[in-house]
């Protein structure tokens, strides 16, 4: 059993700055990829950054040069740095880890964006 826990979250004017953590606890022996996603009302979870366990990254189109995703293998926990935040960037953010050909998710957190 994998669980993650998101945290960091919360309400933020355009411009501003928000750092989203997740730590995973469990029964694992490693993780490869961690990943975040994103998902507003109607819209189908999109992919926001991902990482290996190697640091190797990859960003959608719509956050690059804007977000850093991180993570500190041995905390079993990914970051994703948040800057010059905008308003299309609300959403409810979801950690996923993909283990042994099970996709493991956590709860979410709000991060609302005001203009």
């Known amino acids: 059993q994998v669980q993650l826990v998101e945290s960091g979250g919360g309400l933020v004017q355009a411009g501003g700055s928000l750092r989203l953590s997740c730590t995973v606890s469990g029964s694992f022996f490693s993780i490869n990829r961690m990943v975040w996603y994103r998902q507003t009302p109607g819209k189908q979870r999109e992919l926001v950054a991902a990482?290996?366990?190697?640091?190797?990254?990859n960003y959608a189109d719509s956050v690059k040069g804007r977000f850093t995703i991180s993570r500190v293998n041995a905390k079993n926990t990914v970051y994703l740095q948040m800057n010059s935040l905008r308003p299309e960037d609300t959403a409810v953010y979801y950690c996923?880890?993909?283990?042994?050909?099970?996709?493991?998710w956590g709860r979410g957190t709000q991060v609302t964006v005001s203009s």
């Open positions: 990482i290996t366990s190697g640091a190797r990254t």
């Open positions: 996923n880890v993909p283990y042994r050909s099970v996709d493991y």
